[in-house]
């Protein structure tokens, strides 16, 4: 590279550092700002004013996963409303509870999680991937229950009933719940915290024949407590 050129080069990639830093200083805080105050609202909206919504990492560092605390007085109900109200607020990458203050309230996501999948399934095309078309309504209540459990990681889990050979059952199964995955990243639910595995006919309902059509379906769990790893950047990104 000629001297000219390296110059040129160099003079471009101290620009690109200024404009970064006067961004992240004076634009960064300004749009943090604006997501906290439409978090407080919403918040307010739900009646968790008791609850603290932090935009600040551990490390001080402006975030767009905020952290909730406090408001143990609340009902799970409220503070799971509070907690769906914050996440859907446009710009907020997730949220989660700071420390242990709400193991409850993650166990009623999964409560409600499998109360809205007693009685429904979500539905494929047959021997597909394909989501049913007519199983978007239950998809779109299944994601409005996972929103208080984001923060932590959430297990797709595609079952499939033992007809068939095995390992095409394992594939079918696991396509399954990856498509499912989507489906909810799709309606809001970030992807850093959803995890799709497929078990074939491994695991049956309990008491029921391994051949019953009625193994053939999609479950959900909150495996482990893990905040969604913070932005240190004060800019929007992907979710």
């Known amino acids: 590279m000629n001297p000219r050129r390296a110059s040129i080069v160099a003079a471009g990639a101290a620009l690109c550092l200024a404009l970064s830093f006067v961004s992240t200083r004076f634009e960064g805080p ?79 996501c999964q409560d409600d999680v499998e109360a809205i999948l007693a009685t429904r399934s979500i539905r494929f095309t047959e021997a597909s991937a394909q989501i049913d078309p007519q199983s978007a309504r239950l998809l779109n209540e299944v994601a409005q229950a996972l929103r208080p459990c984001v923060g932590s990681i959430i297990a ?19 396509a399954r719940a990856e498509a499912v995955r989507w489906a909810l990243i799709g309606r809001g639910i970030p992807a850093d915290g959803l995890r799709a595995t497929g078990v074939g006919p491994r695991s049956p309902i309990p008491g029921l024949d391994p051949y019953d059509p009625a193994n053939r379906r999609i479950e959900f769990s909150v495996i482990a407590s893990a905040p969604v790893k913070p932005t240190p950047i004060d800019t929007p990104g992907p979710s």
Do not use: M
């Open 30 to 108: 300004a749009f943090i700002d604006g997501l906290a105050g439409q978090a407080l609202a919403v918040r307010d909206a739900a009646g968790g004013q008791a609850v603290s919504v932090d935009f600040r990492d551990r490390y001080g560092w402006l975030t767009r996963h905020p952290v909730l605390r406090g408001g143990q007085k609340l009902n799970d109900a409220t503070r799971s409303r509070v907690a769906a109200a914050v996440a859907e607020v446009p710009g907020i990458g997730g949220v989660s509870w700071g420390g242990q203050e709400s193991p409850s309230a993650k166990l009623r």
């Open 156 to 174: 797709v889990t595609g079952h499939t009933d033992a007809g068939g050979i095995t390992e095409a059952n394992v594939a079918l199964s696991r």
